[in-house]
């Protein structure tokens, strides 16, 4: 205890061990603070990758998952992070798992990016997009029986 003439000093204790309790604070940040940078840059180069890749401009996607142009491109260079739901809007409008998003690119077997991206529709479209697909494979199928 910090007694001044005979009396605690509460405030000086409290001071204290705010003191300590920023300094740990700051720390403990400086570490966390480059993981988030890190974090940020990778998901959004990631973001940008993916985007690119479905042929979007930055101006039609960010309306699209309903961001700001200069949001949107502070997030793939990594200035800022993005949040929980915004990240949701940008796997469901690129029809990419989170953990592409997250991780990068895993290597993929063919058709998984497919099968992704039926999994991510409704039912309604599901059953629209199944429909298209099994007739696509059909004329493939006749296609392929006709002589060349």
Do not use: W
């Amino acid at each position: 205890m910090i007694r001044l003439n005979g009396i605690t000093n509460y405030n000086a204790i409290k001071r204290f061990m705010s003191i300590l309790a920023f300094h740990k604070l700051m720390l403990k940040g400086g570490i966390d603070t480059m993981d988030k940078k890190n974090i940020n840059q990778t998901v959004g180069a990631n973001i940008k990758r993916e985007r690119e890749r479905a042929g979007y401009t930055q101006e039609r996607f960010s309306e699209l998952i309903g961001m700001g142009p200069k949001s949107l491109s502070a997030v793939e260079r990594g200035t800022v992070g993005i949040s929980l739901s915004a990240l949701r809007r940008v796997c469901t409008v690129l029809s990419v798992s989170g953990d592409a998003l997250l991780f990068g690119e895993t290597p993929k077997h063919r058709g998984t990016e497919l099968m992704d991206k039926l999994d991510r529709l409704g039912p309604k479209e599901y059953e629209i997009a199944n429909t298209i697909l099994h007739k696509v494979l059909e004329a493939f199928a006749l296609g392929k029986e006709l002589p060349r």
